[in-house]
């Protein structure tokens, strides 16, 4: 296989426009899709959540290496889906109802497609009704509710509430995350894990996927 070093770079670097032309470059030059996420995009995005946790990158580098691989998956997802290469598992996020902010769920969600998980993006404002759909209808294992107004923070609770109405609470796991969303909070409402940045967020969701 072709070194694609300068792929893992341009991700880590956050630059876009390079990690989509090399993307493109190699898928035509033949390379297998799913070892280019493997090889450099997972790790690239490992790399970037090392560097967020050490204090090396913040925010914003964050968001520029997530739209880098966004770009980079574009190319690659629909050779995925057509070689019908096995994620590691599918998950569900939203921000709960009555939220409207998504930049914190839009990186989580990023980190986790490029971690190798199927991401459903159930958006905003989403009622706990829409996630108990997505486990019926799209077979999810992990629900990601993300909230950021502590107004908010008890629709996570009802979205618990609405997994456990419709018998689906013991077929998925429920991570939950945002500025206001603290571990005791998680334990209080039967979550199975709070995470408070989007690199141990992939952390958490692969251990909750190994031990589903
Ligand atoms: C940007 C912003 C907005 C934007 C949102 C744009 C958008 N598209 O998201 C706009 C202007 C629309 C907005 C609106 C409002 N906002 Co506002 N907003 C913010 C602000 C400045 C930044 C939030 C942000 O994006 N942070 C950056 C991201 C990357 O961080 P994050 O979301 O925390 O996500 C990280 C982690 O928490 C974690 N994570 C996040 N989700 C998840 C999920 C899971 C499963 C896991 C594991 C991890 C995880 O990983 C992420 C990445 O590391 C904050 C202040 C602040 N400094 O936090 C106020 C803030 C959240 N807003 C606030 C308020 C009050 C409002 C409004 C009510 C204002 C108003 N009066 O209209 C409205 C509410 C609208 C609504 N219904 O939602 C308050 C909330 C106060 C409170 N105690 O509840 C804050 C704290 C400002 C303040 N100090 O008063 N807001």
Redo the contacts with the bound molecule.
Sequence with gaps: MVDLSPLRDAIIDGNAKMAKALTDQALKEGTDPQSIVTTYLIPAMDEVGRR?ECNEYF?PE??IAARAMKGSMELIRPLLVKGGVQPIATVA?G?VK????????N??ASMLEGGGFTVVDLG??VAPEKFVASVQEKGVNII?????????MPAMKDTIAALNSAGLRGKVKV???????IQRYSDEIGAD?????????VQ?ARKLAAAA
């Excluded at 991570?175 to 969303?181: L, S, Y």
């Design positions: 967020f925010v964050l968001l996020i921000t009555g939220d409207l902010h998504d930049i914190g769920k990186l989580v905003v404002d990601c509710l993300s909230a950021l107004l502590t107004t908010t991570m939950i995350g945002g500025a206001p969303v894990g709070y995470s408070d940045n989007a690199s141990s967020a958490l």
